[in-house]
């Protein structure tokens, strides 16, 4: 079977510095970026199965991100993650089609698990 | 900030501009208690930061700036507040607070802050938190030096004040900075940028006042025999955390001369900018990052024998054995000439040797196969090679890669780590190796996700169970350290431990806080550790995957070592630590103490400190007697036991329907931190109506003594005396001829949990006096508190612990305070410290319970 595919974006490369290796080391295939022009323009070429962004990034925004992904990928599940967590912005993120909201810092258990269960329901939409 | 810090000046102006004004003592309260929430918020922001050393979170710089900005806000605020309760006392509190946020504020932005620090520090005089005044080669050693048991031969390193010093003196700022600009635009042209760079520094001159330094350093160093010295004089660079990846770039000079201390620092300092560092810079993306050199100075070692340790063998990184070699001869590594013996070892203990090579030929000690061949004796002998084993496995545990150890042993057996660095692996060996992913799979899990992680990381050993102080002293090299509870003194276990592991404890302790200094893998409140595991069973424990694995699973220690770099070589893995040692610790412990002034201030966590005191001493020094803080609103509380105390509530500390009255039950406490203390005090037995009986020598001492207040010296009230909140007191009781200070916070939050206790005073002589610190001391650190004894003066403090377990605590402290007071005559000698120890535990419930 393919390797469930994930694609990190957030313009802080820590995030995908240290998600990489972890995902990785559970079986995902995983692409990192810091820019969401770079990720949009990915996105155009091949559709990941699930995608971790941050929300407030220069130029194209996680939100605005998000939308372009739903649009293009509708199968894919979107993790959003963010350092301004509010009920506000979790909303937001949520109806536009986020699968998941996860306040920044998290502890990486956090992000396996919500990547685990997105990958589920991808293979079992209810 | 910035915006912020203008718009604060602008209400310091204002207040230094008004009216002397005199606060009423109502309006005291409301200003004190908003100190204490900020003093909470800002302590709760130091756990929460804290715990995010332990590599279990993933966070980014965004999350380190928006807590600086919210501690800064908090501690300027507080400042603000005391300032305006004691009219504007302490105005220099502000400039000690700009000055620190200066610092956290360079530290975001990766630059150096070290502008006033001495030029030359010997290695043993290194403190915690110096890497950036000291570069990390020097701070390691430092911290090496901590893990004991290993020797390390004498020095001093040259800080990166003195590195700059000689930037400045030689004009080179701005050459150097022009020329890193260049590397980036035009990496090409990166040999000929660094020849440049190089020879104007090999060209400069060392200032004199650097110049005089060195010189009288090297001559404390090199002692009367100048002419006989000899030092290996090595780069300790800024920014090398984990230290070790810059092995090999910079240079080394061995066998320096006394003459040539100075042409060496030159030398030293030029390879900073040799065109492999400048590559590897770019590589990095840290050319930005400020470089500096602070130059490490060691004596060499006469060694008998001498060689090179590799805890893995770097071309089949996936067998378990490490690579020892030795030759006799003072060379601080081995020379090609010399005869040379190689020893295959078995990486755990006893350590057996599965293949050597003496001088030319081969052996098998393993195998039972006669050797006709006479054979000469190898140069180590099994328990030196035991000893550089052990060491050697230490330092691969505490720097978390496989090492490449030059070692010595010299004349007496004595043991030297003379260099220490990351062992390469090629590539290609590497390769192969880290396919295996899942490698634990298959081995038997004992138990998995339980408990907290307060440390990433791979050990793995023979389980050993502490369960008292004793057990401590026994305690194996590489053992997994596992206990029921977390109190501060297992902390002393953990630099010898492979992992850690207990039952109950928080992340934010400070048995956790030590663990993640020392890099040991650690879990806190696993719950069944004690039971399940069992003294002497060999096991692995993964805080990666929080597993704790039958057996010891080589292949998962192998993999973990050869991986790519931890998450502590993250540039905001290092900022952090860099925040932290300037945010975090607390040196103003004692309030009669010289430093505890505003410029005695060393971290914020100081500054909150000498706040709370401040607006606490000032909202107490307004009444003499009992009589007058009753008139302001005080309450006396009606009790049948021989003690007069008042208690003043700034905000739900007492029932309401207390208000009127000027005596007050116990029952109308309801301040969660005086209740315990009370539950204490108050318990049966604790003041015991015994007749104390009192020698001469006791009582001609006593009649020397003054009263409690002016033993503690600082100006408070003669009255026990508890100021209380919903969560909060502060309780101080110049009880009798000793002075016992109790501050409190408990709640439902453990992040906003402390206690800090201090005890001085009374009567009787010195040596009486001491024996009486001791007891508290054990009696304290038994029950889990961090406890400092100076003199006659006992400091115990306790963290972030569970609601129960700190009232339990503050329950212990009631007690003791009863007990304390019959002390004074009481311990005629060192064994009465046991006697009288075991008598007070016996009334403790479970005196084994330290939470």
């Not at chain 2, 800080?159 to 400045?168: E, M, N, P, Q, S």
């Not at chain 2, 440390?455 to 090299?477: M, S, W």
């Not at chain 2, 204490?680 to 020698?695: N, Q």
Request: glycine fraction near 8%; charged fraction near 25%.
């Amino acid at each position: 079977m393919a390797k469930t595919t994930i694609c990190i974006l957030d313009d802080e490369a820590i995030v995908g510095n240290r998600l990489k290796p972890e995902l990785e080391d559970e079986g995902y295939e995983v692409e990192t970026f810091t820019d969401s022009m770079t990720a949009l323009k990915r996105v155009d070429e091949t559709c990941f199965d699930i995608f971790i962004t941050d929300l407030k990034m220069e130029g194209i925004d996680g939100m605005a991100f998000l939308e372009r992904v739903k649009d293009r990928c509708p199968k894919s599940e979107v993790i959003v993650i963010t350092g301004y967590a509010t009920m506000e912005t979790a909303r937001e993120s949520l109806t536009k089609g986020a699968y998941d909201f996860i306040a920044k810092p998290f502890r990486i258990e956090e992000i396996k698990t919500a990547v685990a269960k997105a990958k589920k329901r991808r293979e079992n939409p209810s | 900030m910035s915006s912020l810090g203008s718009s604060f000046s602008s209400l310091k102006g204002l207040l230094q501009k008004g009216k002397k004004k005199q606060v009423p003592f109502s309006d005291l309260f409301i200003w004190f208690q908003d100190i204490l929430e900020k003093n909470n918020a800002a302590l709760a922001i130091i756990a929460d930061m804290d715990g995010k050393t332990g590599g279990d979170f993933i966070f980014d710089k965004k999350y380190l700036s928006d807590n600086v900005k919210k501690l800064a806000e908090l501690v300027r605020r507080n400042a603000y507040n005391l300032n305006y309760i004691t009219d504007n006392r302490y105005p220099e509190l502000y400039g000690v607070i700009e000055g620190i946020i200066k610092k956290l504020e360079a530290d975001l932005s990766g630059k150096i802050t070290a502008s006033e620090v001495p030029k030359i520090y010997f290695l043993d005089k290194i403190e915690d938190g110096m890497e950036d005044v000291v570069g990390c080669k020097a701070y390691n050693i430092s911290r090496i030096m901590a893990l004991s048991e290993v020797g390390i031969p004498d020095g001093f390193v040259v800080t990166i004040g003195g590195f700059r010093d000689y930037l400045a003196y030689n004009n080179l700022f701005e050459a150097i900075d022009t020329a890193l600009e260049k590397c980036k635009n035009e990496p090409e042209a990166i040999e000929s940028i660094s020849n440049g760079l190089r020879l104007k520094l090999l060209g400069g001159e060392i200032p004199p006042s650097l110049r005089r330094h060195l010189l009288a350093a090297g001559e404390q160093l090199c002692g009367a025999r100048q002419d006989r010295c000899r030092l290996a004089v090595r780069s300790s660079g800024i920014g090398e955390d984990g230290s070790l990846s810059f092995a090999g770039i910079h240079d080394s000079l061995l066998n320096v001369q006394f003459h040539e201390l100075l042409s060496s620092y030159k030398k030293v300092l030029a390879s900073l900018y040799s065109k492999a560092a400048l590559e590897y810079r770019l590589k990095m993306d840290i050319l930005s990052l400020e470089m500096a050199m602070p130059v490490l100075y060691q004596k060499m070692v006469k060694s008998r024998v001498s060689g090179v340790l590799f805890t893995l063998d770097p071309n089949d990184p996936d067998r378990d054995e490490s690579i020892l070699s030795a030759g006799s001869g003072i060379g601080e590594a081995v020379g090609g000439d010399s005869e040379v013996d190689t020893f295959r070892v078995l990486r755990n203990h006893p350590y057996t040797v599965v293949n050597q090579q003496v001088g030319s030929k081969t052996h098998s000690p393993a195998s039972e196969e006669p050797d006709v061949s006479p054979m000469k004796d190898p140069c180590l002998t099994h328990d030196e090679i035991a000893a550089i084993m052990d060491t050697g496995l230490l330092l691969e545990r505490f720097f978390k890669v496989p090492m490449d150890i030059e070692w010595g042993i010299d004349e007496d057996g004595q043991l030297w780590i003379l260099q220490a660095r990351q062992l390469n692996i090629p590539a290609s060996a590497l390769a192969q190796h880290t396919q295996q992913k899942n490698v634990a799979d298959g081995y038997p899990v004992i138990f998995r996700n339980r408990g907290m992680v307060a440390y990433r990381g791979i050990g793995a050993g023979p389980v050993y169970i502490v369960k008292d102080e004793q057990d401590l002293g026994k305690f194996p090299k590489g053992g997994v350290l596992v206990s029921q509870f977390s109190p501060p003194w297992l902390a002393r276990a953990i630099p010898r431990a492979s992992a850690v592991i207990t039952d109950i404890g928080s992340v934010t302790g400070h048995m956790a806080t030590v663990a993640r200094e020392f890099r040991i893998p650690t879990i806190v409140g696993a719950q069944i550790a004690t039971q399940l595991l069992e003294a002497g069973r060999k096991i692995t424990v993964d805080t990666e995957k929080n597993i704790v694995y039958e057996g010891i699973v080589q292949e998962l220690i192998r993999y973990k070592l050869l991986e790519k770099p931890s998450f502590e070589t993250t540039p905001e893995f290092q900022i952090l630590r860099r925040l932290l040692k300037k945010i975090a610790p607390l040196y103003l412990t004692n309030p009669d103490a010289p430093n505890f002034t505003p410029k005695g201030c060393r971290t914020l966590h100081d500054v909150m400190r000498f706040i709370h005191e401040k607006a606490f001493q000032s909202l107490v020094k307004s009444g003499k007697n009992s009589r007058s803080f009753i008139k302001r609103g005080g309450k006396r509380l009606k009790t049948d036991m021989p003690i007069d105390l008042v208690l003043i509530d700034i905000g739900g500390g007492l029932a309401k329907t207390a208000k009127e009255e000027v005596c007050v039950d116990p029952e109308d406490i309801t301040s969660i931190p005086m209740k315990a203390i009370w539950k204490g005090l108050s318990s049966p037995g604790t003041w015991s109506t015994e007749p104390v009986p009192v020698d001469m020598k006791g009582f001609m001492s006593s009649m020397t003594r003054t009263q409690g207040t002016e033993i503690m010296g600082n100006a408070l009230p003669n009255v026990n005396l508890a100021v209380l909140g919903a969560d909060y007191v502060n309780l101080s009781m110049p009880l009798g001829y000793h002075f016992t200070t109790v501050i409190a916070s408990i709640g439902s939050s453990p992040q906003n949990n402390n206690i800090s206790f201090r005890f001085a005073g009374g009567v009787t002589d010195i040596t009486r006096r001491s024996r009486r610190a001791s007891l508290i001391a054990k009696i304290l650190e038994v029950i889990g508190f961090k406890v400092e004894i100076t003199g006659d003066l006992v400091i115990a403090s306790s963290v972030n612990l569970m609601e129960e377990n700190m009232a339990r605590q503050l329950f212990v402290i009631g007690k003791l305070i009863g007990f304390t007071r019959q002390l004074d005559v009481l311990l005629k000698n060192d064994e009465d410290i046991d006697y009288y120890f075991n008598k007070f535990m016996e009334q403790i419930d479970n005196p084994a319970n330290p939470q």
